[in-house]
């Protein structure tokens, strides 16, 4: 069985490193090595969240204008055209801030 290595463990005694920022390199206790600290991740957050909303509200928009257009105007199938726009929003939002979060430059 392999052991843990010490660094970035809570072994008592033994200080946890000084790891700069992969970012701002500004060196934050206790961070990861190629991590981003607290406030770079936040940024890089509010950047994702922001491009994800501009994508997925024309993606909704246009969801929404093929359910208007092509779907029957049922009542009954109205109500699942509408959850199909809710559900747009949401999938395609996450899946571009996830994606924003992993490919967005520095
Ligand atoms: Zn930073």
Known sequence: MLS???????????????VPCLRCERRVVGLGWGDLCAD????????ASRLARRISLP???LMAAWVF???PRDPGLR???????LATY?????IV?????EYLPL
Do not use: D
Request: hydrophobic residues 45%.
């Open 97 to 101: 801030h996830h994606v924003a979060m």
């Open 90 to 94: 949401v999938i395609v939002n996450r």
């Open 69 to 71: 257009l092509a779907m």
């Open 40 to 47: 770079c991740l936040r940024e890089r957050r509010r950047r």
């Open 59 to 61: 993606a909704t928009l």
């Open 79 to 85: 109500v699942y055209g509408g959850i199909a726009v």
């Open 4 to 18: 843990q290595p010490a660094w970035g463990s809570s072994v008592p005694g033994v200080p946890l490193p000084e």
